[in-house]
C-alpha cells in the first residue's frame, strides 16, 4: 500500500499552569513529535463526566493551541476534534485562521459531528441523530474551505447561513490548513475521503466479534476501505491518524497484557491482536506500526500526554520512514 511516511503526535489536555504547560510543549516538540493535540471536551468532575466517561480535560482547546504555538517553533498544533455543535461554525473559521496565521502556519484543524450525549446534555445541547450532525459537519466544512478562501460568503444550507462578508484572515498553509476529519462510521468516514487532508479513525470496539461477525482487525480494515472508496486516487497522500487506547512501551508484554486484562476484564487475547493496542519494545512495536500502515494505512499515530517520554524511542524509529 502506497502510503505517506510516518508521524506522530500528543493529545495533551492538563496543566497546573503557563509554566507547565510551556515545559510539556517543547518537550513533545523537543522529542520529535510533529503535532501537539489537544480535545473538545468541557465537562469538569461530576456525575455528567462520570456518566460520559470523558478523560479529565482542565485546558480549553483554542487558548491551549495559541499558547503551545506562542511557545515552540515547529511543533504543529491542532484539536482532535472540535465538535460542530460545541462552536458558531462562522467563529471556528475564524478562530481557525487566526491561529493559523499566528502560528506561521502551524494549525491542523480537527472537526467532527460529536458522539456524547451525555455531554451534549450536560451543557444544554441537542443531540441530534447521526444522518442530521453528519450532514452539518458536510455544511461546516463548506464554510470554513470558502471562509479560508479569502472572498465574499455566501454559505445557505439546512444549518449554515453565512453571507455578506469575507473571510479573514486568510491562513499562512495554502490552499488551506490541513483538515481532519474524524469519526468511525461509514457516513463519516466518507465523508472524511472526500474533503480531508487527514482522517483520524475512531478506536474500534473491544469484542471478539462485533454485530456483524467481524473480528476488529476486520472491523479496521472494513473503516479503511470505506475512506478509500470516497477517496479515489487522493487516498495515496491522505495521513490516515488513529491513536491506541492502551499503549505501553516495555520488554515484558505479556505481563501488561495481563494487567490490562485483569483491570479490564478484556481477554489478553483479544488485546495482543488488536489494531488499537501498542504494547511491546520499540522495536517490536515499530514493527507492528509498519504492519498496520500497510494493511490499515495508519501513519499518523497519536497518543496520550502520559506516553510523552516513553513513547519517544517508537518516534525516533519511525518517524519520517
Known amino acids: 500500500m502506497d502510503r505517506p511516511p510516518f508521524r506522530f503526535g500528543v493529545q495533551a489536555t ?26 473538545d471536551h468541557y465537562l469538569g ?3 455528567a463526566q462520570r456518566a460520559a466517561r470523558t478523560p479529565r480535560q482542565d485546558l480549553a482547546p483554542i487558548a491551549a493551541m495559541a499558547a503551545a504555538a506562542a511557545h515552540t517553533e515547529t511543533l504543529r498544533i491542532g484539536c482532535r476534534v472540535f465538535c460542530i455543535d460545541y462552536h458558531v461554525p462562522a467563529v471556528l473559521a475564524k478562530e481557525a485562521a487566526t491561529l ?13 459531528a460529536g458522539w456524547s450525549d451525555v ?9 441530534d441523530r447521526p444522518g442530521r450532525r453528519i450532514a452539518k459537519l458536510a455544511e461546516v466544512i463548506a464554510l470554513i474551505k470558502a471562509h479560508w478562501l479569502g472572498e465574499e460568503l455566501d454559505c445557505s444550507g439546512e444549518f449554515v447561513h ?19 476529519i474524524g469519526g468511525g462510521g461509514q457516513r463519516v468516514l466518507s465523508l472524511a475521503g472526500r474533503e480531508a487532508d487527514i482522517v483520524s479513525i475512531s478506536s474500534v470496539p473491544f ?21 478509500q472508496e470516497a477517496a479515489g486516487d487522493r487516498y495515496r497522500k491522505l495521513d490516515v491518524e488513529s491513536s491506541p487506547y492502551f499503549t505501553e512501551i516495555t520488554g515484558d508484554p505479556e505481563t501488561a497484557l495481563a494487567d490490562i486484562a485483569k483491570t479490564t476484564s478484556i481477554s489478553a487475547e483479544l488485546l495482543r491482536d488488536h489494531p488499537n493496542v501498542l ?23 497519536t497518543v496520550q500526554q502520559s506516553q510523552i517520554e516513553s513513547f519517544a524511542p517508537v518516534v525516533a524509529l519511525l518517524h519520517g520512514r
Open 14 to 39: 492538563n496543566a497546573s499552569g503557563g509554566r507547565e504547560w510551556r515545559d510539556t510543549v517543547r518537550k513533545v516538540e523537543d522529542l520529535g513529535y510533529s503535532t501537539l493535540f489537544l480535545a
Open 45 to 47: 468532575p461530576g456525575p
Open 100 to 112: 493559523d496565521l499566528l502560528s506561521d502556519g502551524r494549525l491542523e484543524l480537527g472537526i467532527g
Open 119 to 127: 455531554e451534549y446534555a450536560a451543557m444544554g445541547l441537542e443531540f
Open 162 to 180: 453565512v453571507r455578506g462578508y469575507a473571510g479573514r484572515p486568510r491562513p499562512v498553509q495554502r490552499p488551506h490548513p490541513p483538515i481532519m
Open 207 to 227: 469484542v471478539a466479534r462485533d454485530a456483524d461477525g467481524l473480528d476488529p482487525q476486520q472491523v479496521a480494515e472494513r473503516r479503511i476501505g470505506f475512506v
Open 279 to 301: 504494547i511491546g519494545t520499540p522495536e517490536s512495536v515499530g514493527e507492528l506500526l509498519r504492519s498496520r500502515r500497510e494493511s490499515l494505512g495508519v501513519n499518523y499515530v
